[in-house]
């Protein structure tokens, strides 16, 4: 595994080098590389410098650009504007550094320099409750952020914070118990005979049973009574009655599985740690607060108070750790998982992927638990805020009837309009009937997945399965076929399991700069969206490269060069470069990349 400098960072230090030897008295100075339209890089920090230290900028440019090692990396430099550089690389090093890249498994992608310890709280569904619409965007933007960073060498825990406690399940658990076979699987025969249930036939028997037992309550006030016994139970942890519970979460996990199986997400059971996993600590997390002086009693409350925090009539909004009444809310469950997640999994960041409508909720989490130091300096919590799933009329997405819509029923949809796309050029491929299904399934879920990746998670986006699986646009079915052909053109070229070799004494075409010198910001994009939590920016990267290899492809001919053989090899070395920059970039995406398409 070797770390490969980019292209951009040689020619930084380079820059930076000659600004300090120009300016020795300025210290270390940022030279503002950035990739420009006018030359492969421009260099726009002189200015500001020459102003600090009352020096002409072009003179202090020209000065500056006779001081840098050109070497082979650069080929020419030229002073332009008040101080600008435009700077252009040698052909040689573009093709030299992108041969070191394709010589590692990782593309060159070096890791993070000081790795840690993240915890990411997304997909959490809730038990007993049907997965919707609302549910996709923490599971997908999670799962990405999870590939993401541990691709750059960081150590992330999962955690999915299910919601598995609360007074429903007293009337849950009390129906059951009085129904007693409202939960068996069993067909004609036992034991060896029993049938395994489905994901949908879980969570039919659970909506099933809610519905009952909500009936139920709403109309027998006996009934009512004994489920509200049934809760303090639970709370007390009543043995038969946490076994019962128990069931509804076994049955829930059944269900929710199905549903991540879909999505082609792997959820492992030891990651899911829902709120009854943190009823041991609330109440020390409470005494804490209050012994510690973070939280103070308020009308028989537990609350913690901030300035800048107010309600509508100006009086201030605290966040309730503990009920008047002795229960526990959201607020001590979540301060609890801090805790746990800080002390004992010692983790030295936590990201939160949830709606940005609970974004006052986590600001005053979070406050409290800094001002209790279990989260300070050194370890930070941030909530990766996403917005709304909308509608073709930008509206919230619901069903004609005004429900919201079942998530498992939307991928069905994606997968069956994918499958449709993927049949009609079958044949021209030469797919098989499994062929279809199968790339219909990986067709049809990264549509879905790339829709909500493409966007900024803070934004809304609008659902429209046409656009989705469109072919062309920026879509993931796009960056499909754009990998797809490129491992037919290697086909065809008769490479095999041969690697093309790079040819660095040649001189490259326009098209061919343009895609070597994107292939070579991998790193660098991989490095910001981790850094960022902006999944949205390696999907941006992936389209652009898709779109730079369209316009290569168009104007220079690979499997039949002109007008030598080794320009053809150097061409198909770029293929074969994007092909794998592409898959790996998808799959820290979530997303695969079929073969054939």
């Given at each position: ?298 009308n028989g409350a537990l609350c913690v108070f901030f300035d800048d925090v107010k309600g ?286």
């Amino acid at each position: 595994m070797a770390s490969v400098p980019s292209l951009a960072s040689s020619v930084n230090q380079r820059v930076a080098d000659a600004l300090a030897s120009a300016l020795p008295d300025a210290g270390a100075s940022d030279p503002l590389l950035r990739r420009s339209d006018r030359a492969d890089f421009q260099a726009n920090g002189i200015l500001a410098l020459a102003k600090k230290a009352k020096a002409n900028p072009r003179e202090l440019a020209t000065t500056v650009v006779e001081g840098i090692d050109t070497g082979d990396l650069i080929k020419e430099i030229e002073v332009s504007g008040p101080g600008f550089l435009n700077i252009t690389i040698t052909d040689r090093a573009i093709v030299e550094t992108l041969t070191a890249r394709a010589a590692d498994d990782r593309l060159g992608v070096p890791l993070a320099a000081k790795p840690g310890t993240t915890v990411i709280d997304y997909a959490q569904p809730n038990v007993a409750k049907e997965m919707h619409v609302g549910h996709l965007r923490s599971a997908v933007i999670g799962a990405a952020m999870v590939e993401i960073l541990e691709f750059t060498g960081e150590k992330v825990v999962r955690r999915h914070h299910i919601g598995d406690w609360g007074t429903q399940f007293g009337m849950l658990i009390q129906y059951l118990m009085e129904h007693p076979h409202e939960l068996d699987h069993k067909a004609a025969g036992d034991g060896d005979d029993a049938v395994e249930v489905s994901g949908e036939e879980a969570m039919s028997n659970l909506n099933r049973l809610y519905k009952a037992s909500r009936a139920l309550f709403d109309s027998d006030e006996e009934f009512k009574t004994r489920a509200r016994a049934r809760v303090v139970d639970l709370q007390a942890g009543e043995p038969e009655t946490l076994a019962l519970w128990q069931r509804f979460v076994d049955e829930s996990k059944i269900y929710f599985y199905s549903v991540f199986n879909k999505l082609d997400m792997d959820i492992q059971d030891p990651d899911v740690v829902g709120e009854s996993g943190y009823n041991d600590m609330l109440v020390e997390t409470c005494k804490l607060l209050e012994d510690s002086g973070v939280a103070v009693r308020s009308n028989g409350a537990l609350c913690v108070f901030f300035d800048d925090v107010k309600g509508q009539d100006g009086n201030p909004t605290p966040l309730i750790v503990q009920k008047s009444d002795g229960g526990f809310g959201y607020a001590a469950t979540d301060l609890s998982a801090i805790r746990d997640r800080v002390g004992n999994l010692g983790a030295t960041e936590l990201i939160y992927v949830v709606d940005a409508r609970q974004s006052l909720h986590f600001k005053m989490v979070f406050e409290t638990a800094r001002r209790a130091g279990w989260l300070n300096d050194e370890v930070k919590a941030v909530q990766l805020a996403f917005g709304t799933v909308l509608g073709k009329d930008g509206k919230p997405f619901k069903t004609r009837e005004g429900e919201t819509v079942r998530l498992v029923d939307l991928l069905d949809e994606a997968v069956d309009r994918a499958t449709t796309v993927v049949r009609e050029k079958a044949e021209k491929v030469g797919l098989s009937e499994e062929e279809i299904i199968e790339n219909g399934q990986y067709v049809g879920i990264g549509a879905v997945k790339y829709a909500d990746l493409s966007t900024s998670a803070a934004r809304d986006y609008k659902f429209d399965l046409d656009q989705m699986v469109s072919l062309t646009g920026d879509t993931s079915v796009y960056l499909q076929y754009a990998y797809a052909r490129i491992k037919s053109i290697l086909r065809k070229a008769g490479e095999g399991d041969r690697k093309p070799l790079a040819h660095p004494e040649l001189e490259l075409a326009p098209a061919e700069r343009a895609l070597g010198l994107h292939l070579d910001q991998f790193g660098e994009v991989i490095a910001e969206s981790a850094a960022e939590h902006a999944p949205h920016k390696v999907a941006a990267y992936l389209y652009q490269l898709s779109s730079l290899f369209a316009t290569f492809y168009e104007q220079c001919p690979v499997v039949k060069p002109e007008p030598e053989l080794v320009v053809g090899e150097n061409r198909l070395f770029l293929c074969e470069l994007t092909a794998r920059t592409l898959s790996k970039g998808m799959s820290l995406l979530g997303i695969r990349t079929p073969e054939k398409l």
